[in-house]
């Protein structure tokens, strides 16, 4: 079977602010996040397990997600509730694939978009490279 990469997207409202950011992010205020969680791998064998043809089945991304990340994100004030030292969108990322891999080793990444046109990725080499995970 090929490999093959899919993608979930997700999103939420919550507040947040960067008390040290020189930009308007310093005050509090809000977004509609949309975080896409990328999983790759090789498409499961044809043998009558519910998984077969998928390389995850997008149900179980969501669930873990629900259940990992908006449950702790969705109209919550992200600087107390997200375990983050600040709570721009890189190091949500970061966080948000360590917490995905945690239950799901195929996802490879995920990216975190404040607004539709500034949006930021961690992969997992990015995590590896940087120390973050063996
Ligand atoms: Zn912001």
């Known amino acids: 079977m090929p490999i093959a990469t899919i993608a979930k997207e997700f999103s939420f409202d919550a507040a947040h602010s960067l008390p040290h950011s ?3 992010c310093k005050r509090l205020h809000g977004h509609t996040y949309r975080v896409t969680v990328m999983a790759r791998g090789q498409i499961q064998p044809l043998d009558g397990r519910a998984e077969e043809g998928m390389v995850l089945d997008f149900t ?5 997600f629900k259940r990992r990340i908006e449950a702790r994100c969705d ?7 997200a375990p983050v030292e600040r709570t721009t969108a890189e190091l949500l990322a ?8 945690a239950e799901l080793p195929q996802v490879i990444a995920v990216r975190v978009s ?6 930021a990725e961690v992969t997992v080499d990015d995590l590896r490279a940087s120390g973050e995970e063996a």
């Open 75 to 81: 109209h919550q004030f992200l600087n107390e509730t």
């Open 94 to 101: 970061a966080w948000m694939l360590a917490e995905m891999r």
């Open 114 to 119: 404040e607004t539709p046109s500034s949006w």
């Open 60 to 64: 179980r991304i969501k669930e873990v």
């Open 22 to 24: 020189d930009g308007p």
